[in-house]
C-alpha cells in the first residue's frame, strides 16, 4: 500500500466538509466555488512566484470563474483549454503541451469526468475517450507536466468523484492517488458533495 493511499484513509475519517452556496452547474462540468477559495488560502501560504496552472478550463461560461477568483486572492492563474471565448484561457491540447511559462506555483486539476458527456467537439477531449485505460493514460501524462514544472513544495488540488458508467464503478479519487504517487505527497482530503478534493504537495523524489 502507497503512503497516499494510506493518508487517504485517515484523512477520509475527519475531512473536512466545504460550504455549498451554490451558483454553479455540476451537469455543465463546473464544480464549487469554495473549493478554489479554500485552495487559494493554502496556495498563499506557499509564497510561490509563479502562477497556477489549470490545464482543463471549461467552456461553460464566457469568463473563466477559476481566474476570477483567484485573482481576489492575488494568485494568477495560466489557463488552458480545447474551446473557449474567453480570450484568457489558451486553447491547448494539456495532454500533449506543456505549460508555457515553464515554471508554476502549482495546479488546479479537474479534468473532464470519464463517461461524462461531450464538453466540445474537439477529438482530443477527454470527454470523447470510452476506453478507461486511455483516459488514464491522457491524464497521466498531465500529471507527469505538472511534476516537471513545479519545485518541492508546490500544491496540487485534484478533483474527483466516484460514480457508476455503464454498470461498472469509477473511482477517480483512486486514480488520482495512483497518478500523484510519483514525486507528490497527500497532504489533504476535502469533501464538496459529490465530489473529492486531493490536495497533494510536490516533494522531491
Known sequence: MSSNLREYARFRL??????????????????????????????????SPFPLWEPFSGNMGSKSRTKFLMAQYGLGVLCCGLDHTDPDIEIVDSTTHSPRVGSIGG???????????????????LSHIENYDTYQEKLASVVCRIRNATTSGMLVCAVG?????????????????????????????????????????????
Open 161 to 205: 468523484r466516484r460514480y457508476r458508467y455503464l454498470g461498472e464503478e469509477v473511482s477517480l479519487d483512486l486514480m488520482y492517488l495512483r497518478l500523484f504517487d510519483s514525486g507528490f505527497t497527500l497532504i489533504d482530503v476535502w469533501s464538496s458533495m459529490p465530489d473529492i478534493v486531493l490536495i497533494f504537495r510536490r516533494v522531491l523524489c
Open 14 to 47: 475527519n475531512m473536512r466538509i466545504l460550504p455549498d452556496k451554490g451558483d454553479y452547474c455540476l451537469n455543465d462540468g463546473e464544480m464549487n466555488p469554495e473549493i478554489l477559495r479554500a485552495f487559494a488560502f493554502k496556495v498563499k501560504e506557499v509564497l
Open 107 to 125: 495546479a488546479i486539476f479537474h479534468p473532464p469526468y470519464f463517461g461524462s458527456r461531450w464538453f466540445t467537439n474537439r477529438a482530443e477531449d
